[in-house]
């Protein structure tokens, strides 16, 4: 084919980019996602600006008091979570809290498995500031908060339950079960006791996130009332690791405008699937997970057709696999991985269904940081070259490209003409 019918096309991974070109009759594009908003250039002067005109609500300085115990909740894996948290910090002591009354927050960790390095980089100033990462199996540290309509004993973290003010910072964000995540979903379940966590862990669901009916979602907006309407510093994530919008306010207040921002920027809908779709997880690799690498092939499995490729282009490494991951190459399917996984209730359970979710539906390339042989154990192929990558693409009948497919909602409007 003449080289001018073929389109080129970017996609970013890690700190890397590739270029790919393919015939434009055989490209298919999505009709909404990727806002053209601006970015916002200053995130930290974005983070002040909306802590003193929050939504709803007067300058968050004016609704604290000294005595005030304060439990901020943070996702660690957020890249710019330090941009957030030292304009908070900051704030939070020009309001007369001394940092010994502030504890920072974080769901549990995945075990074996380092968090990102956010730690270093807040200024010595706000080094001394507690952080604690929820246990959800030690009864000592839960509290009883309240039985829920349905009969369900609330049993939580007890620096959040105890705390005079909550808030969260952190970016808002698809999720498996919730539909929605970020916010309140970042108390609850991920702050719950382990038979809860569990229980949510299995009720997530194939389908494009984001149905506003979920009823795990109405849930967790009725344990935020129960719990007191927390206060959320809302970063609305941008390509890679830019932020497309930051907003402040009760969380009730602000969450239908940042999902309303979340779907311009990251909700994708093609006119059908195609026999190759290739994604990618951008951004600083330091601050990835395992889990993004398995979102992202869980994502690109609603686009492509049965029997498929999906190509993943990653730069996360081997360090990021947690117990269940570590585990996969002891196994024929994974099904079975699942299967164990649930059973032993381990920390990345979730990650393990993303994976067999995609590689029920198509076949799996991974290129990247990960060694070949743990490649093969999560029953996939491993590319040595991004000219593989195009040599996949010569040959398919149709592709898609999705970009960040950990953070996407992405699904296809009908079927191909002539197919239905």
Not at 18 to 28: G, T
Not at 138 to 160: E, I, K, M, P
Not at 236 to 259: N, Q
Request: proline share 8%.
């Amino acid at each position: 084919m003449d080289i001018q019918e073929r389109v080129e096309v970017h996609l970013s991974y890690g700190l890397a980019q590739a270029q790919f070109h393919v015939p434009r009759e055989r490209l298919l594009c999505a009709t909404n996602g990727e806002s053209q908003t601006a970015m916002v250039e200053d995130v930290r002067a974005a983070v002040r600006q909306a802590l003193e005109s929050p939504l709803d609500f007067p300058p968050l300085c004016r609704a604290l008091t000294p005595d005030d115990r304060l439990a901020i909740v943070v996702n660690e894996h957020f890249r710019r979570l330090p941009d957030l948290l030292i304009p908070l910090l900051e704030h939070v002591q020009q309001a007369g809290v001394s940092l010994e009354r502030v504890t920072l927050l974080c769901p549990p960790r995945t075990p074996g498995v380092n968090p990102p390095p956010w730690r270093e980089e807040l200024p010595s100033a706000l080094a001394s500031v507690r952080v604690e990462e929820h246990d959800p199996g030690d009864q000592a540290r839960l509290a009883y908060l309240a039985g829920t309509q349905a009969g369900r004993r609330l049993y939580l973290n007890r620096t959040l339950v105890e705390a005079d003010q909550i808030i969260v910072a952190g970016p808002a964000s698809y999720d498996p079960v919730l539909g929605y995540g970020g916010g309140l979903g970042d108390l609850f379940p991920a702050l719950a006791d382990a038979p809860t966590r569990q229980e949510f862990v299995r009720r997530a669901v194939e389908e494009p996130p984001g149905r506003l009916a979920n009823p795990a979602l109405r849930e967790v907006e009725e344990v935020g009332w129960l719990i007191g309407v927390p206060f959320w510093l809302a970063a609305v994530p941008g390509a890679g690791d830019s932020v497309r919008a930051i907003l402040a306010g009760p969380a009730a207040a602000i969450t239908p405008r940042v999902r309303q921002l979340l779907d311009a920027q990251s909700s994708f809908r093609f006119p059908w699937r195609a026999e190759v779709v290739v994604t990618a997880v951008s951004g600083d690799p330091r601050w990835h997970r395992f889990d993004d690498l398995t979102r992202a092939l869980a994502a690109a499995s609603r686009l492509v057709q049965h029997g498929g490729k999906i190509i993943a282009l990653t730069q996360v490494g081997s360090e990021t696999l947690g117990p269940a991951a570590r585990q996969l190459r002891e196994f024929e399917s994974p099904i079975a991985a699942l299967s164990h996984a649930r059973q032993q209730q381990l920390a990345d359970t979730q990650s393990i269904w993303h994976l067999a979710v995609a590689a029920r539906r198509a076949h799996l390339y991974l290129y990247g940081n990960l060694p070949a042989d743990i490649v093969e154990s999560m029953f996939a192929t491993a590319l040595h070259s991004l000219q593989e990558v195009q040599r996949l693409l010569d040959h398919a009948e149709s592709c898609i490209f999705l970009p960040d497919g950990h953070r996407a909602n992405a699904s296809v409007l009908g079927t191909m003409p002539g197919t239905a």
